[in-house]
């Protein structure tokens, strides 16, 4: 059966901190991970990732993919407590083409001031 | 407001009783999904249209479920006898495409739902 487990399922720091949140998977007919951020309700799109080895950077956060080993790492460096949110992956099958997203438990991360 | 809008926010109903939920994606979004969220859980994919067309439906969608999508704009969800279980936050996203580089799905706010 398909499936996402991420890592920690919760982490408190400080601010000025710098995070790494783990996620690996299971997934026949691999098409893409992505990360999400769910601050209160609506996750909002983070990072999409397709290929291996090729980091994807915004601003603070960067992530990563390694399709070898199934897993992916989302870095947050120099965290604010606005950066408080639980972290959610998710991985797109390539069965067709739809949104059909297989997501992890998330992570919950508290920034402390 | 040009996101994905759900309605209504929240839903506190009695056990057995039937709900319904409205979903309005992005305006031109060809594409619609329902998730389903638990506490401390990531969403589950529920089911899938393109235009009118319900493409997939998961097996979580029980027979109480029903989601339709009737012009290819809004989407409704209804829930019928609903039980305790069913308690949780439905979420609605939207894309104008598939999942390439190109296109992302947008979420809306959710439906949070108690059935007492």
């Known amino acids: 059966e398909d499936k996402v487990v991420q890592s920690p399922l919760s982490l408190v720091v400080h601010e000025g901190d710098t995070v790494t949140l783990n996620c690996s998977y299971e997934?026949?007919?691999?098409?893409?991970l992505l990360w999400y951020k769910q601050e209160k309700k609506a996750p909002t799109f983070l990072f999409m990732l397709?290929?291996?080895?090729i980091e994807k950077k915004s601003g603070r956060l960067s992530s990563i993919l390694d399709k070898k080993e199934l897993f992916s790492i989302l870095n947050i460096t120099a965290t604010q407590t606005g950066d408080s949110a639980v972290y959610l992956c998710?991985?797109?099958?390539?069965?067709?083409?739809?949104?059909?997203?297989?997501f992890g438990s998330g992570t919950r991360l508290l920034v402390r001031p | 407001d040009t996101g994905v809008s759900q309605n209504p926010r929240h839903k506190i109903t009695k056990r057995g009783q039937n709900v319904t939920f409205r979903c309005d994606p992005i305006?031109?979004?060809?594409?619609l999904y329902w998730y389903r969220q638990t506490l401390g859980q990531g969403p589950e994919f529920l089911t899938y249209?393109?235009?009118?067309?319900?493409?997939?439906k998961s097996r979580l969608l029980s027979d109480r479920f029903s989601a339709e999508r009737p012009k290819g704009s809004f989407s409704t969800l209804e829930i019928q006898r609903t039980e305790q279980g069913d308690s949780a936050m439905y979420l609605c996203?939207?894309?104008?495409?598939?999942?390439?580089?190109?296109?992302?799905?947008?979420f809306g706010q959710g439906t949070r739902l108690t059935v007492v």
């Open positions: 998710a991985v797109a099958p390539k069965v067709d083409s739809s949104y059909k997203l297989i």
């Open positions: 249209f393109q235009n009118e067309a319900q493409l997939e």
């Open positions: 997934v026949t007919n691999f098409r893409s």
């Open positions: 996203a939207s894309s104008s495409g598939p999942v390439d580089l190109n296109t992302e799905a947008f």
């Open positions: 397709t290929s291996s080895g």
């Open positions: 305006s031109e979004h060809n594409r």
